[in-house]
């Protein structure tokens, strides 16, 4: 298992390459707001007080790419060898109690580098990110309160 940068023809806001034999596992550590999901779902792979904290060939590659896609934040994305590439939801918006609004979709977003496309995305609803328009989870820092919507996804 190795930590590589991303590779060409991956977006760079994918952040860090975590390979196994059959899948990639990508992440963002700007977009992780410790919602561990990912942590619940495969913890022998998403281990925290592991170096590196990502083991991708510690499930298959089917059950790593299941639980990327539960990260509500978008800091995890995945590439499979023999694919397919992760396939987008109907678009949906989960308003979060006190935190980011969760968005996955067929999604363009308009990022301070220029548009990326994406399936799954944190925005920041607090105002006090420090990497607009991604929550950072600095809204539990500052306390913010604001109701929620009815729980939508997975996470
Ligand atoms: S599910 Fe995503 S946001 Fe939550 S801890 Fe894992 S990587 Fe971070
Ligand atoms: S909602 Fe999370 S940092 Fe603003």
Redesign the pocket.
């Known amino acids: 298992m190795t930590q590589l940068p991303p590779e060409p023809g991956v977006p760079a806001h994918w952040g860090r390459a975590y390979t196994a034999p059959d899948v990639t596992v990508y ?1 963002d550590a700007r ?9 619940r779902g495969l913890p022998q792979v ?1 281990n925290p007080d592991a170096r590196p904290w990502i083991q991708a060939g510690a499930a298959t590659a089917v059950e790593v790419a299941e639980v990327v896609r ?4 978008g ?2 994305h995945y590439v499979l060898r023999d694919g397919p590439a992760e396939q987008s939801e109907p678009a949906t918006v989960d308003v979060r109690e006190n935190g980011p609004n969760f968005v996955r979709g067929d999604l363009t977003v308009s990022a301070p580098g220029g548009m990326v496309r994406d399936t799954r995305v944190a925005l920041c609803r607090c105002g006090a990110s420090s990497n607009k328009p991604y929550c950072d989870g600095t809204h539990r820092q500052i306390g913010f309160q604001a109701p929620g919507g009815e729980k939508l996804n997975r ?1």
């Open positions: 992440y977009r992780c707001i410790h919602f561990a999901a990912c942590v998403f539960r990260c509500p934040t800091a995890l996470s």
